[in-house]
């Protein structure tokens, strides 16, 4: 553009016009002071949304982990259950003189009287 074309453009000079700009300016001060309100207020909101969700993703880790946690606390309890009711059939079994003396026979070789007792080698494999 020339500076001719540039000059042809007057503003006026009254009271009127001074006002109007006057008021324009006063305007756009207040349109850029809003926007500057609402660009803080939507910082801070992403601040409180981002730190909500942060905590709600560790809370949802760490509610994974307990829930692992306790599938395998389940499931060491009822093998534990299932190794007690062994034990507890084997201490039953163990009060009787009969079964007994019949393990002590079968594990140590032991005999009765007069009776002899002949190892198999698929018994010598099982203590090894």
């Known amino acids: 553009m020339n500076q001719e074309e540039d000059n042809k453009i007057e503003f006026l000079e009254n009271d009127y ?8 300016v006063k305007k756009r ?20 949304f981002v730190s909500v969700g942060i905590s709600l993703f560790n809370d949802y880790l760490r509610l994974q982990n307990l829930e692992n946690y306790q599938s395998e606390a389940i499931s060491e ?15 039953s079994l163990l009060e009787d003189e009969d079964y007994v003396a019949k393990i ?17 080698p698929e018994q010598e494999k099982n203590k090894e």
């Open 104 to 120: 002590a026979r079968d594990r140590f070789l032991y005999s009765k009287e007069g009776e002899l007792v002949f190892p198999l």
């Open 17 to 24: 016009a001074r006002q109007h700009y006057a008021q324009q």
């Open 29 to 48: 001060r207040e349109v850029i002071f809003r926007r500057r309100r609402l660009a803080l207020i939507f910082g801070v909101a992403t601040l409180i």
């Open 77 to 91: 309890k009822n093998a534990s259950t299932k190794e007690k009711a062994a034990l507890e059939k084997e201490v």
